[in-house]
Structures are given as C-alpha cells and as structure tokens.
T-cell receptor, first 114, second 117 residues
C-alpha cells in the first residue's frame, strides 16, 4: 500500500519568489512519484514524474522535484514564481513495476501575490 | 502528449434522472481508463478502473449499480450516474493510460461538473 501527504493546503508566495510545495510519501516498495497541476474546473496536467534514475527531475514550466529516499520526500520547487503558476498542485504515488493504482495527495493551492 | 476528452463539461439534471458522461482517448488506444470524483477543495477519489472488454473494478464503498461504467471500445469509456441525487453533485474526472508511454502515467480529461437539483 502507498500514501502521500502534502504539507500545507494553501501556500502563498510573492511573484518572483521561490516556490516550495512539500510532499512526503509512504510506500512498501520503491515508488513512482508524480506532481500534477490543476487549474479551476479543469483536469490534471502532469508536471513531472520520477520513476528510476536521476533523483532530480525537471518538468514543465520551470518546475523541478527531488526524490529523497532517506527523507521519503518529493518536494516541488520553482526558483521564481509567476502569476500563471497560481493553481492547485497534487502529489501522487504509485508502486513501481507494471501498472499500479495511483494515490493522490490532498492538494496544495498555490497563490501568487503580485 | 496524449489527449483525453470528456463530454459534457457541465450537466445539470433533476433528481431521479440518469446522466451519462463520456471519456475518450483522442490519439491513442486506452485499454485502461479511470474514473475519479473530486469534491470541492479535496483530492481525487478513485471510483473505478475501467478495462476495455471486461467489467470495471470498483473501489470500496462505490456502488456499482449507482455508477455504471462501460468500456466498450479502446477509445471510449462511459460513466452513467443512475437515479442521481443532490449528493451525487460533484466534479467527475476520467483518465487514461497511454500504453506507449511510461507505466502509471495517466492523462486526464478536463472533467465534468455534475449538478443534481
């Protein structure tokens, strides 16, 4: 079984400031990890994913995340926030190996202040 | 990337009626599709896994007779909310696995907002 915890349901940053959205996971085997973004009344769009290999993963729109096994974390960062980054962000986890069910976190709403 | 569409985007119906929501993979064949429900300001809750040509697998607590799923082709899955009631009002999102891509990566439709009066 696996689970994911997102710390902070709301995060506010100033435009141009660092974005840090936290995600911790629990998995009995090596996990696959994902970050999705959701704009109001829309579906989810994949930002980035970690499966194997390099632990620092770069995604779209300047986001990146680092898989830290020792800390069971997969925090999402972006050096400089843009107004268009305001959205809901979901961290997700699945077991590795073949097709597995994906479990989503409760989401973090990012507000960007001009 | 792979594209998934949903129809309708919004639907308002009277209590007791049935509503059908379609999920289509537009540029790939999806043997597996998923149906999620999302309540306001909450995460996605997996309702069922839809497999082409076989019965859907429902999550615990989801009424299969209430939420009928049909995956009759490799590009179409439908969710029918039968005898809808106000508590069924929610945002329903489907997703599909593209077998050409990374395992477990799902592509999401834009969602359907259901309001039951």
């Amino acid at each position: 079984a696996q689970s994911v915890t997102q710390l902070g349901s709301h995060v506010s940053v100033s435009e141009g400031a660092l974005v840090l959205l936290r995600c911790n996971y629990s998995s009995s085997v090596p996990p696959y990890l994902f970050w999705y973004v959701q704009y109001p009344n829309q579906g989810l769009q994949l930002l980035l994913k970690y499966t194997t290999g390099a632990t620092l993963v770069k995604g779209i729109n300047g986001f990146e995340a680092e898989f830290k096994k020792s800390e069971t974390s997969f925090h999402l960062t972006k050096p400089s926030a843009h107004m268009s980054d305001a959205a809901e962000y979901f961290c997700a986890v699945s077991l590795s190996g073949g097709y597995q069910k994906v479990t989503f976190g409760t989401g973090t709403k990012l507000q960007v202040i001009p | 990337g792979a594209v998934v569409s949903q129809h309708p985007s919004r639907v308002i119906c009277k209590s007791g009626t049935s509503v059908k929501i379609e999920c289509r993979s537009l540029d790939f064949q999806a043997t597996t599709m998923f149906w999620y429900r999302q309540f306001p300001k909450q995460s996605l809750m997996l309702m069922a896994t839809s497999n082409e040509g076989s019965k859907a697998t429902y999550e615990q607590g989801v009424e299969k007779d209430k939420f009928l799923i049909n995956h009759a082709s490799l590009t179409l899955s439908t969710l029918t909310v039968t005898s809808a009631h106000p508590e069924d009002s929610s945002f329903y999102i489907c997703s599909a696995r593209d077998p050409r891509g990374s395992v477990n990566e799902q592509f999401f439709g834009p969602g359907t907002r259901l309001t039951v009066l």
